[in-house]
């Protein structure tokens, strides 16, 4: 569905609500902005927003302004570092498609979607994700849609503005999958994400120990699984451990 976006009816207006991001853009019966997957391969390497911003400050600083590092960035972190009151990317996007340039592509923004968040919130975060997957589209940038659910009460907009058939994102890393309740929530949910978007490919970053993945596998999905920097460094810690074992045990 088409829309004519009105981005500066007087002069004197700002675009507070960033909707020259949205010109060309086409939207859902929900009014969420559809996002093209403009990706045309996997990640090789994930990196985190806020790395990827230090790494590009560090560059700066160094005089290399036509580096490229071979990751793609994801916001799988704290929304502190990304939506922050002086560094926000909703308020300042202008600086992440220059970060990103540098890149080799970027997985949509994991606005938080917590479920104890007012309904109108969680709603406007899927509206951001979406509309900054669409602009950083328009600019040239390769782009993987991240996705986020909460109970069904939530699947009639969470899901829009998404191609189908194609590679998502998800983040397991605050999903409190030990719980049974968040769990059956998730799992309920990835459930009918496959079912409505049929897709070829899963990114997961963090946890990917549930039988469902497994399933999915089976079925003729493709599953990439990079851990999170948490389950990196634990399984490094555990790695030396039992090499130091070893060592100890002379085996």
């Known amino acids: 569905m088409k829309k004519t976006i009105i981005t500066n009816p007087r002069i004197s207006c700002k675009d507070l609500w960033n909707a020259f991001m949205l010109e060309r853009a086409q939207y859902s019966p929900n009014d969420i902005p559809y996002c093209k997957t403009t990706a045309l391969y996997a990640p090789r390497h994930l990196i985190s927003y806020k790395n990827a911003k230090t790494l590009y400050l560090k560059e700066l600083r160094n005089g290399n302004k036509s580096f ?78 991240n996705v986020r659910w909460g109970p069904p009460d939530t699947w009639s907009y969470c899901f829009d503005g998404l191609p189908k058939e194609s590679i998502y994102a998800i983040g397991t ?45 089976s079925n003729g999905i493709q599953i990439i699984h990079f851990p999170s920097d948490t389950n990196s460094y634990f399984e490094e810690v555990k790695s030396n451990e039992q090499s130091i074992q070893r060592t100890i045990l002379g085996n």
């Open 173 to 217: 890393v605050a999903s409190n999958l030990r719980n049974p309740f968040y769990r059956d929530i998730f799992v309920a949910g990835l459930q009918h994400m496959m079912d409505l978007l049929n897709p070829r490919s899963l990114i997961i970053y963090g946890s990917r120990n549930l039988s469902i993945f497994d399933d999915l596998e």
């Open 68 to 145: 490229h590092c071979n990751s793609v960035i994801h916001f799988y972190i704290d929304d502190q570092f990304f939506d922050g009151a002086r560094n926000s990317i909703w308020t300042n996007p202008e600086e992440l498609l220059k970060i990103s340039a540098h890149f080799d592509g970027i997985i949509t923004p994991d606005f938080s979607t917590y479920l104890d968040f007012p309904e109108p919130l969680k709603i406007w975060n899927t509206f951001r994700m979406r509309t900054l997957g669409v602009w950083l589209g328009d600019n040239g940038q390769s782009v993987i849609n």
